[in-house]
């Protein structure tokens, strides 16, 4: 079987070439082969398959097997993937995914994609939408108790669970420890990924996150659409920023007319393979 490996803004998968012929078990695969010392290394796999209503589908699962909604990094890779290979000549394209159909503009520079905006959909505060139990109907800077510490939280949904934590540094947070505090607390029933994220002016966030099913991981493309959100909902930044991440910047904006969220970064490819 080929494989592609990926990443944006290191936030790294293994993809897949599925539009002629389906595979058989991808969340044993993402199991096996994401490890990092026995396998090919990655945060998960990411499928490309054949749409009835975009021009492709994107499944994605994570380091442990489960299946995700959305990838923000993901997804530009697959427009580089499909562009790069020969599927399409499109530089407007239609993705399928579990959290809707996402549009992608891409950006081709010497006949390769090297950055590609997405139109991440809405993004919601609403608790039942996220989902979020106990704190009301919007979670926004509410205090909560967690790992035995107190933090303020923002709990935003783009197509998956963010939980949203602004503190005053987080370059000596011990994520390993916290994170998984916040994925399995039962406030959230279908755990969360949180991010972890300090305000430096109003136009710029740095941000670490801890992905549900993968851990501590170099980017998340939806984390950062839902901090830059939560920022801006709770009047810390303006509409548009850029997220500074381990693995790389994301620009991110809030079209408030069409109600959506943009989100624009590179994508690049590292290597390809064989495996059995």
Not at 20 to 41: Q, T
Not at 106 to 130: C, F, H, P, Y
């Amino acid at each position: 079987m080929k494989f592609t490996k990926m990443h944006g803004c290191g936030n790294d998968y293994i993809y897949i070439d599925c539009t002629k012929e389906p595979m058989e078990d991808p969340s044993g695969f993402s199991v096996k082969y994401s490890d990092r010392h026995k396998g090919i290394g990655a945060d998960g796999l990411i499928t490309i398959n054949p749409s009835q209503v975009a021009d492709f589908r994107m499944a994605m699962y994570n380091a442990d097997g489960s299946e995700g909604a959305m990838c923000g990094n993901g997804i530009r890779c697959v427009a580089k993937y499909v562009y790069d290979k020969g599927l399409t000549d499109k530089t407007h394209l239609k993705v399928e995914t579990k959290a809707g159909i996402k549009e992608l503009d891409l950006v081709v520079e010497n006949g390769k994609v090297s950055k590609v905006r997405v139109d991440m959909g809405a993004a919601t505060t609403q608790a039942d939408r996220i989902p979020v139990v106990g704190l009301g109907d919007e979670v926004i800077h509410k205090p909560v108790n967690v790992a035995g510490q107190d933090w303020y939280m923002t709990c935003v949904s783009v197509g998956n669970p963010h939980a949203v934590v602004f503190v005053n540094n987080i370059t000596h947070m011990d994520l390993a420890a916290i994170g998984p505090k916040f994925e399995y607390h039962p406030m959230f029933p279908d755990r969360v990924n949180t991010e972890f994220a300090h305000v430096i002016d109003r136009k710029n966030i740095e941000m670490r996150v801890w992905e549900r099913g993968s851990g501590e991981t170099m980017a998340c493309g939806t984390g950062a659409t839902a901090t830059a959100y939560a920022a801006w909902k709770c009047g810390l930044t303006d509409k548009k920023v850029t997220v500074h991440l381990l693995g790389g910047d994301l620009e991110i904006e809030y079209d408030e007319k069409r109600g959506t969220m943009l989100m624009t970064g590179a994508a690049a490819t590292v290597f390809e393979g064989e495996v059995d």
